[in-house]
């Protein structure tokens, strides 16, 4: 009879609780990004388009492109409503902001990006579903979040992503994606990881505590992530991780190990401001500097 693995969160504490996974663990990624050499330029390090952000979620778009920039991405462009521009400029002039009222405005900038980022904020409406038939189109390393995943849950059948694409459901977006409940995909973690990799033939990261991370494929084992706190549980978080795993497809790091080492680095970066600071209050963007400290530690 084979070995049920015990992922569940009450199990987290205990040391022996995760036979047959990966526990992510920092020193086996920090070097994955190498280090750069002295005559480096930014064209080296990819072209993020982060696309999202409907009418009330801008912040979803400009925290993850704040990461990306962040996490070493050599350029990164956004593509959301022209309401937002002005403030995402006010915010971080870094990025390339561009207003897509029209989703026929999009094709250009795919057509200039090397990754993508779709889904913070993006909403579920017809502009939404225009954007993600578009990216769905293209075949470069993306990362498909939020409402992205809302998107794809509502098609007639699975699609299958590639081993390129990384998808970020919280439990809840599992649940929309594999047709079950909440419920059911809590009660075994692990297998619903799997079965998101296996039915969308991608990477994929199951949220929450212990996050885990399956495929693309059978390469790596199932990874899980012992870090992370309650803090954590506040609005934009998530949007921050699309922003690390686009950076880290943006410079060239495969699906497996992007999602990977991104789980790891927002994880890590959120224990050590609760530290600092405490869990309550906690906001998404205090996480990016600490992101980036593990992010160039022993490189
Ligand atoms: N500043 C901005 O612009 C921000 C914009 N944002 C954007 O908003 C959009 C909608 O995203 P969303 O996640 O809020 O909506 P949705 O998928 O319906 O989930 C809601 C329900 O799912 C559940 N649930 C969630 N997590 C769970 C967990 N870990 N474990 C278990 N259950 C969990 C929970 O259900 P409940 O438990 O309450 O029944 C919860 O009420 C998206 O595009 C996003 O990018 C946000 O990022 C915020 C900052
Ligand atoms: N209690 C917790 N313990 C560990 N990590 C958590 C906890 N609550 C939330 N997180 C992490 O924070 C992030 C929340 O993402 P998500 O639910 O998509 O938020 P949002 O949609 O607001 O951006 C995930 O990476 C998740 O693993």
């Known amino acids: 009879m084979p070995m049920r693995l015990d992922s569940s969160p009450s199990s987290l504490d205990n040391d022996n609780a995760v036979p047959g996974l990966e526990r992510l663990d920092l020193s086996v990624y920090q070097q994955r990004l190498p280090a750069r050499p002295r005559d480096a330029h930014k064209g080296m390090f990819g072209h993020l388009l982060v696309i999202g952000g409907n009418q009330g979620m801008g912040g979803a778009v400009m925290l993850a492109a704040e990461a990306a920039l962040r996490c070493g991405a050599g350029k990164v462009s956004v593509a959301t409503l022209s309401e937002h521009i002005a403030s995402l400029l006010a915010r971080c002039p870094e990025v390339m902001a561009h207003g897509v009222d029209d989703p026929a405005q999009l ?75 909440t419920a059911d995909i809590q009660a075994d973690r692990l297998t619903a990881a799997e079965q998101l990799a296996e039915r969308f033939a991608c990477a994929a990261v199951l949220k929450g505590v212990g996050s885990l991370v399956a495929g693309p494929g059978d390469l790596q084992r199932p990874g899980i992530c012992m870090h992370g706190n309650p803090g954590m549980a506040s609005a934009g978080m998530g949007d921050v991780l699309s922003g690390v795993v686009g950076a880290l497809l943006a410079q060239h790091l495969d699906a497996g190990t992007a999602a990977r080492y991104a789980v790891l680095l927002h994880a890590l970066a959120g224990d050590r401001v609760a530290e600092q600071d405490g869990q309550l209050g906690m906001l998404a963007s205090d996480l990016i500097s600490s992101i980036r400290y593990y992010l160039n530690r022993n490189i």
């Open 107 to 181: 094709p250009p900038l795919l057509s200039q990006a090397s990754t993508v980022v779709l889904g913070p904020g993006l909403g579920r409406d017809a502009w939404a579903e225009q954007m993600l038939i578009q990216v769905l189109e293209r075949e470069v390393p993306r990362i498909l979040d939020a409402d992205a995943l809302n998107g794809i849950a509502s098609m007639s059948r699975p699609i299958r992503l590639g081993c390129q694409t990384v998808i970020t459901p919280h439990p809840a977006e599992a649940a929309r994606l594999l047709a079950c409940r």
